[in-house]
C-alpha cells in the first residue's frame, strides 16, 4: 500500500477534518455526531432538504454533492462501508426546514437497510421522509431486475436534478418525483484499469493485472462482466454506448445529458478522449447532448479507470440541470 | 434473567472477534471483505456499553447493545444486528420477569426483524438460513420437555448444519447476488457469524446452566 496517510485508522476522519479545514464558509459538522456534515446555512426553513450518505473514498461523492442547488446534508461511513442509522437521523434532523426530508443515495444494501432504519426512527419523530436510490449500473443485474442494480457516478444527476428542484421551493413529493425520474433515466457502465487498497485491509481487495481491464467492475471491486485486454478508448466508449442505449432504450429524437466519470487515477487526457467517441455515436443515433460533464465525479481512491453515464432529459429536467448549483469539490460549472 | 443477557453477550464479544479472519475471508469472496473488522468492532462497542445498561429491563439491553454495535460499524451486518436486537426485546418491552419461556418469543421476534430489515426470506444464502433451523431446532427441543442446555445443543448443532447448507445455493439479495452462480461453492459469511455468536451462547449455557 502506497498512500499519503498518517494511520489506516484516521483516514475517514482526517479527511473530514481537511474537508472542514479547507471549506469553513460551506460544510460544519453536526454537534454530538461522528459524521454528519451540513450545509453551513442548513436548515434552511420553507425547502424540502435532501440527505445523503455512504461510505468513504468516493470524493467528491458524497460530501462533495453538499451544497447550494444539490444536497443540504451527508453522513459519511468508514471506506466503502456505511454509515449509522444513528448519523443519519441526526442529520435528517438537523437539515429539516419544516418541508420534509429525501434521502438519497446509492442502492448498496448496507447503506439502505441503515437509512430505511433511520427513515423509520425520523418518522417516530415526526419527520416526514421520502427515499430515492441511485441505480444506473447496467452491468449490476438485468433490466427486469432493476432494484438489485448498483448505484455509481451517474447519481450525479438525480443530485443536480433534485436540488435544483428543492431550491426552487417545490414540495417533497415534487423533489422526490424529480429524484426518481432522474435517477430512472440514467444508465451507466464503468471499466477498471486497477484494483485499489481500502487503508484499513493494507492490501487490494481486488487487483486488474498489468494489460488488462474488466468491463462493468463496480466502483468497489465488485464483479464486472468481462475481463479481457486493455481495449482502445473508442473500442471501450462503443462497447459501454451499446450496453446504456439499448437498456433505457434512448432513442432517435431524445435529448440527454452525458457524464464521463474518472475513478481517481485516470487521466482527464483519456475521459475526453472517451468523450470524444462518445459523442460521435450519441449523434450518430441521433441523440442530442445538452450538455456534457467531464471529471472526477465519484471515484474509488486510486482506482484507475473510467464510466460513463447517460441520462435522458425532458424540458423540466433540462432546466433543473441548468440552474444554478455550487459546491467547492465540484470543479466543473456544473449549472447556470 | 436481567444482567445475564450481559453476561451472555460478553461472553459473545470475547470469543466471536477471534474468528474475525474467517469471516473476513468469506466476506471477501462473497461481499466486499469488512465482515470481520465489523464484529471486531462492533462486539467490541456492545461491551463497553455495558455499564450504562446494566439493571436496566432486557429490552433496553438488548436495543441498546444493538445500537451500539451498528454505530460502531456501521454495515449491512451492524444494521441487521441492531435490528434483531431491537424487535427482539420488543417482544419482552419493559418486563423485569424476563425468563425462559420468553427465549422463542425473542428469537420470533428478532428473525422477522431481520427479514424485515434485510427484505430477504429463508433460501436466499443469507443469516436467515443458521438462524431459522436453529430457532425451529430449540422450540422443539424446549416443547418436548428437554433442558436449556440439551435446547441449544440442538439449536447450535441446527444451526451448523443450515450453515452448511449455504454452500450450495446461490445468492440470491444484497452485494454477494452480482456474483450469480460463482457465490455458488462459499459458504455464506452472515450464516457464519450466526453460528459463531451461537456457539458462544452455547458456552456460556454449558458454564452456567449445566446443573439444572
Given at each position: ?336 | ?25 468469506l ?80 428469537a420470533?421476534?428478532?428473525f422477522?426483524?431481520l ?5 430477504a426470506d429463508v433460501g436466499d444464502k443469507t443469516l436467515l438460513d443458521a438462524l431459522a433451523p436453529a430457532i425451529d431446532a430449540f422450540e422443539e ?12 445443543d440442538a439449536a447450535v448443532q441446527a444451526c451448523r448444519a443450515g450453515v452448511k447448507r449455504t454452500i450450495d445455493m ?17 459458504q455464506d459469511p452472515g450464516a457464519t457469524a450466526v453460528l459463531f455468536i451461537l456457539e458462544?451462547?452455547q ?10
Open positions: 500500500m502506497r498512500k499519503i496517510i498518517n494511520h489506516p485508522d484516521n483516514v475517514e476522519d482526517e479527511t473530514i477534518a481537511g474537508l472542514l479545514a479547507a471549506f469553513p464558509n460551506y460544510l460544519k459538522r453536526i454537534d454530538g455526531t461522528k459524521r454528519g456534515l451540513i450545509r453551513v446555512d442548513a436548515p434552511i426553513q420553507g425547502k424540502v432538504a435532501i440527505t445523503t450518505g455512504g461510505g468513504s473514498g468516493h470524493l467528491p461523492l458524497f460530501t462533495g454533492y453538499v451544497g447550494k442547488g444539490l444536497a443540504t446534508g451527508v453522513c459519511v461511513g468508514n471506506v466503502f462501508s456505511s454509515p449509522s442509522a444513528e448519523d443519519m437521523l441526526e442529520v435528517a434532523k438537523a437539515v429539516h426546514g419544516g418541508e420534509g426530508v429525501l434521502f438519497l443515495y446509492g442502492n448498496y444494501s448496507g447503506d439502505t437497510m441503515n437509512f430505511d432504519m433511520a427513515a423509520e426512527m425520523a418518522e417516530m419523530e415526526g419527520l416526514t421522509v421520502k427515499t430515492a436510490l441511485g441505480k444506473d449500473d447496467v452491468t449490476s443485474a438485468p433490466n427486469e431486475e432493476m432494484d438489485r442494480r448498483r448505484g455509481v457516478a451517474g447519481i450525479f444527476f438525480a443530485f443536480k436534478i433534485a436540488g435544483a428542484a428543492a431550491e426552487e421551493g417545490r414540495d417533497l413529493g415534487a423533489v422526490h418525483a424529480a429524484a426518481s425520474q432522474a435517477a430512472f433515466n440514467t444508465r451507466s457502465m464503468g471499466v477498471a484499469l486497477s484494483g485499489t487498497t481500502i487503508p484499513a485491509a493494507g492490501e487490494p481487495g481486488f487487483e486488474v493485472p498489468a494489460g488488462e481491464m474488466e468491463m462493468g467492475m463496480g466502483i468497489h471491486g465488485e464483479p464486472g462482466v468481462k475481463r479481457g485486454p486493455l481495449l482502445t478508448a473508442d473500442e471501450i466508449a462503443g462497447d459501454m454506448l451499446d450496453r446504456i442505449i439499448p437498456d433505457l432504450p434512448f432513442s432517435s429524437g431524445d435529448t440527454a445529458a452525458v457524464l464521463v466519470n474518472g475513478l481517481g487515477a485516470t487521466a482527464p487526457e483519456e475521459l475526453y478522449i472517451l468523450y470524444n467517441k462518445a459523442s460521435q455515436i450519441l449523434k450518430d443515433r441521433g441523440i442530442s447532448v445538452h450538455k456534457a460533464f467531464i471529471g472526477e465525479y465519484a471515484t474509488s481512491m486510486e482506482m484507475s479507470g473510467a464510466s460513463i453515464s447517460v441520462c435522458r432529459l425532458d424540458d423540466d429536467m433540462a432546466k433543473l440541470l441548468d440552474a444554478p448549483a455550487h459546491s467547492p469539490l465540484l470543479l466543473q460549472q456544473v449549472g447556470g | 434473567m436481567a444482567d445475564e443477557i450481559l453476561d451472555i453477550l460478553q461472553v459473545v464479544a470475547d470469543e466471536v472477534p477471534p474468528q474475525a479472519d474467517t469471516l473476513r475471508e466476506d471477501a469472496r462473497l461481499g466486499d471483505g469488512d465482515l470481520g473488522i465489523t464484529v471486531t468492532r462492533g462486539f467490541a462497542a456492545v461491551a463497553i456499553g455495558f455499564p450504562e445498561v446494566r439493571g436496566k429491563p432486557v429490552s433496553d439491553q438488548l436495543a441498546r447493545s444493538g445500537m451500539a454495535f451498528n454505530r460502531a460499524a456501521a454495515s449491512t451486518f451492524g444494521v441487521l444486528f441492531a435490528s434483531a436486537m431491537m424487535r427482539g426485546g420488543m417482544a419482552v418491552k419493559g418486563r423485569d420477569d424476563v425468563g425462559q419461556a420468553d427465549i422463542v418469543p425473542i420470533r421476534a428478532a422477522q426483524g427479514k424485515d430489515r434485510g427484505k427441543a424446549q416443547q418436548s420437555g428437554k433442558s436449556v442446555v440439551e435446547a441449544t446461490q445468492s440470491k439479495v444484497s452485494r454477494a447476488s452480482w456474483l450469480g452462480e460463482r457465490s455458488i461453492g462459499v458462544a451462547v458456552s456460556w449455557v454449558h458454564a452456567n446452566m449445566s446443573d439444572e
